[in-house]
């Protein structure tokens, strides 16, 4: 069967009506982005099923196998085999060193950290694929993240931003750019040279750089998006605990004015304990010294292993210290951090940790106690408890599941997570080592080496393979499964190239050099975050050149501004792959890369529109 005329603009007109109201409903989240992202496919099948698009060998090539292919898409897998790894890097804290480093040259003020690391990836990416960049710089700015007033959230999308910024200033940064000048080659013109945009590249870079670095992180907030575990586990918390500063400790000869510490403001002092000698608030001209045993009340985070090195906190009863060892040093494993609140009737009560033993008996630490009812001002370990105290909890998660079967204690749901191991560090460090070898060697494809990645994490026991599973972002599956399927059905139908030739070269022609320019900038600027970068570069590169050749322009020009525009892929998650390695760590929605990536997209536009004339004397 022949293709006619009628039915390619019956199928290209339904995947316009298609993108449209999935961007819509993806802004709006009237419904899951999960739900819309599976009926927009479902209801493609049908009708593409139902009216089908013949191909030459008579075969529909809009079928099921075509919408569905983007499930198992290798740029998908890659992204969910890399989300993996970070989170296997996080969990052993191999990376957390790094990130004190970058803290440390920017003498403890965060935001000259995590600025320092925006140049540096700005720099890497564009001698290098800004995708391994990526890989490597999320688990370090999450963990600079842990240790300063700065959200994860705040540095991600940043983070994904600089890559791409840095990926336009020389042919090897990015694979459009590659794309633009083997179609330069194809159409049997000289190809783009190494540097020939740089100098106009480093300009539009660093415009995006200020725009990135000093209003993004602001626009974002610290607060993201979060399900009702995350908001369950946020850090506002405050549970007691008794810990001895050590000799190190950066809270030595800090003044807690009223229990509060202006350099630690997740910390409050309730009560120090001083050679057997109780001082209580409002601690008038009182520093702390090393030895000085404090009663505190703290978040979560200051309790676990990692935030007690960072305050240089010590527990000080004997069982507490012999119980942390036993877990970190004795029984090997992964540990977990869970709430647990004593019931009614539980024999806890009216005990203390000291006189039930706690920790021999449930073979459990208690991080922590929080009481509602009033403010407690003793040592955690004579705290007599009562019904409906919750408990900080850290032990091994076979240990925490046999309280789950326990009358003692009630484990609060959603409240687990998972610590740090950082006995695996070094062998989760060598395996990304050597992930990062083979994505840079190309010895073998980066999705190959990203799988391999993942196994070797979980065989070694770097990641547990349930928490592995959990790491999976069921939503980011769904959104680039249906952005390739609307790509497909629009490439396809013929519908990028019915806009391209129909839209561009019909109303292009004629104008001013430079409004051309700015006009064909901005059309493919819009298409990039609406299918790939790379089918964008081999769909407007001729097209450039023949409006180019039309009007008596250097077609290298007009290459140049298709491979700009192509770059500027900020506008949506599947925009980019390394949006979408940010947007789970991140808790982006999609909305958020809308709203946040196009005033940097139009900035770029603008700067480009201005520059690039004066630039090549139009």
């Not at 139908?493 to 104008?511: D, F, K, P, R, T």
């Not at 599947?574 to 997209?601: C, E, H, W």
Request: charged share 15%; net charge neutral; proline share 4%.
């Amino acid at each position: 069967m022949i293709l006619t005329d009628s039915i390619s603009l019956f199928h290209m007109w339904i995947t316009f009506a298609a993108i449209g109201i999935v961007i819509l409903l993806f802004i709006y989240e009237t419904l899951a982005i999960e739900i819309t992202s599976v009926l927009c496919i479902a209801s493609l099948i049908i009708i593409f099923h139902l009216f089908p698009l013949y191909g030459p060998d008579n075969q529909n090539l809009l079928d099921a196998y075509a919408l569905l292919a983007g499930f198992a898409n290798p740029a998908l897998i890659t992204v969910i085999a890399l989300i993996i790894v970070g989170r296997a890097l996080i969990q052993t804290g191999a990376l957390s060193q790094l990130a004190t480093f970058f803290s440390h040259i920017s003498r403890g003020r965060a935001f000259w950290g995590f600025a320092s690391i925006l140049v540096t990836v700005t720099v890497i990416a564009a001698f290098l694929n800004n995708t391994p960049v990526v890989v490597i710089f999320i688990p370090i700015l999450m963990s600079m993240a842990s240790q300063s007033p700065m959200s994860s959230r705040q540095m991600l999308m940043p983070l994904s931003f600089v890559s791409i910024l840095g990926g336009m200033t020389t042919l090897i940064g990015s694979s459009t750019n590659l794309l633009v000048s083997r179609s330069l080659s194809e159409l049997d013109l000289e190809p783009l040279h190494f540097f020939e945009f740089t100098a106009l590249g480093v300009i539009l870079a660093g415009i995006g750089l200020l725009y990135v670095i000093f209003i993004l992180p602001r626009l974002l907030g610290k607060h993201g998006h979060h399900s009702d575990g995350e908001d369950f586990n946020g850090n506002g918390r405050q549970f007691i605990a008794h810990l001895k500063l050590d000799d190190n400790s950066p809270l030595v000869d800090k003044k807690p004015i009223y229990g509060f510490l202006k350099e630690r403001p997740d910390v409050t002092v309730l009560m120090i304990w001083r050679e057997a000698r109780a001082i209580l608030p409002p601690f008038a001209e009182i520093s702390l010294q090393a030895g000085d045993t404090l009663v505190i009340g703290t978040t979560r985070d200051v309790l676990t292993d990692a935030g007690m090195q960072k305050y240089g906190l010590l527990p000080e009863d004997e069982e507490g210290k012999l119980a942390r060892y036993e877990l970190n040093y004795v029984e090997a494993g992964h540990r977990e951090v869970v709430e647990a609140m004593i019931p009614p009737g539980s024999p806890l009560i009216n005990g203390t940790l000291r006189r039930s033993h706690f920790a021999s008996r449930y073979r459990c630490l208690a991080l922590g106690i929080q009481r509602r009812a009033h403010m407690i001002r003793t040592k955690m370990t004579d705290i007599t408890f009562q019904a409906g105290d919750v408990l900080l909890l850290y032990g091994a998660p076979h240990r925490i599941n046999e309280l789950s079967d326990s009358e003692d204690l009630a484990l609060l749901q959603h409240s687990g997570e998972e610590m740090p191991v950082m006995k695996h560090a070094r062998r989760s460090l060598l395996i990304f080592i050597g992930f990062v070898g083979l994505a840079i060697s190309e010895l073998v494809p980066i999705v190959v080496a990203a799988l391999l990645a993942v196994c070797l994490m979980v065989l070694v026991k770097a990641i547990r393979l349930r928490t592995a599973i959990r790491s999976i972002d069921f939503k980011l599956i769904s959104i680039v499964a249906v952005s390739l399927a609307l790509g497909t059905s629009l490439e396809l139908s013929g519908g990028a190239v019915y806009i391209a030739e129909n839209v561009l070269i019909h109303h292009l022609n004629g104008m001013d050099a430079a409004v051309m320019l700015s006009a064909f900038f901005f059309i493919v600027m819009v298409f990039t975050n609406l299918i790939s970068n790379n089918a964008c570069a081999v769909l407007f590169t001729p097209i450039g050149v023949h409006l180019a050749l039309a009007t008596g322009i250097d077609p290298h020009i007009f290459a140049i501004a298709t491979l700009f525009a192509a770059n500027c892929s900020f506008c949506s998650p599947i925009g980019y792959q390394t949006n979408l390695l940010v947007m789970g760590p991140g808790r982006y929605k999609f909305s958020d890369f809308l709203k946040l990536g196009t005033p940097l997209a139009l900035t770029i536009w603008v700067a480009f529109s201005f520059i690039a004339p004066i630039y090549y004397g139009l």
